[in-house]
């Protein structure tokens, strides 16, 4: 079927580096794109990747390749703040939005 | 406004009855698109707008689901005798432009539908 795979849950320390994986099984996209969502409020836009290789915006970093059907999001420097759901989501060519059911981060201090 | 707005915040209905969501989306933006999301889950796409036009309602979960736009401000999406099974949030987002392959959305805080 056509969908996005996450893991459901990561656990990471403050201050370390964590990666939340993506893989899908969807062909023909416009790119992958990743959303931050706090409890009880509402997703916001992290970054996309429209080709191939790693997209950097400060802490935040996304990697895809298109051969692979993969794609991740690399949180740097974690901040109690960062504990939140984050999603992977693309547009497919017949413009359907596909969203995974999202990655729970949980930051121990 | 400076951002998404959706009302009802909250919402308890009883089973059978009729709701009605809506969404003011940020101006001057020509996108808006209704998503689903159940505790706990991923957000489930329902429907797009460009415009006022919607080009493919073939993700509205039934045909107790229907959602119209006013030109390129607000839309409301109605559910009609309402189940228990369509207790969720619903969030609404707006984006510059649907024919932009870099679409980024920005996200209303969401109505809780509570059907008893």
């Known amino acids: 079927g056509q969908s996005l795979e996450q893991p459901s849950e990561v656990t990471a320390v403050e201050g370390a580096i964590v990666q939340i994986n993506c893989t899908y099984q969807t062909s023909g996209f416009y790119g992958l794109s990743w959303y931050q969502q706090h409890d009880g409020g509402a997703p916001t836009f992290l970054s996309y990747n429209a080709l191939d290789g790693l997209e950097e915006t400060g802490r935040f970093s996304s990697f895809l390749s298109r051969s692979d059907s993969y794609g991740y999001l690399l949180l740097q420097e974690l901040q109690m703040k960062d504990s939140a759901s984050y999603f992977c989501a693309v547009r497919r060519r017949d413009d359907k939005i596909i969203f995974g059911k999202g990655t729970r981060l949980h930051i121990l201090p | 406004g400076a951002g998404v707005s959706q009302s009802p915040s909250n919402k308890v209905t009883e089973k059978g009855k009729d709701v009605e969501l809506r969404c003011d989306p940020i101006s001057g933006h020509t996108a808006l698109y209704w998503y689903r999301q159940r505790l706990g889950q991923g957000l489930e796409f329902l429907i797009y707008f460009q415009g006022n036009s919607a080009p493919d309602k073939s993700g509205l979960p039934s045909d107790r689901f229907s959602a119209e736009r006013t030109g390129e401000s607000v839309s409301t999406l109605t559910i009609q005798r309402t189940q228990q099974e369509d207790s969720a949030v619903y969030l609404c987002?707006?984006?510059?432009?649907?024919?932009?392959?870099?679409?980024?959305?920005?996200f209303g805080a969401g109505t809780r539908l509570s059907v008893l």
């Open positions: 987002a707006s984006s510059l432009d649907w024919a932009r392959a870099k679409n980024i959305q920005y």
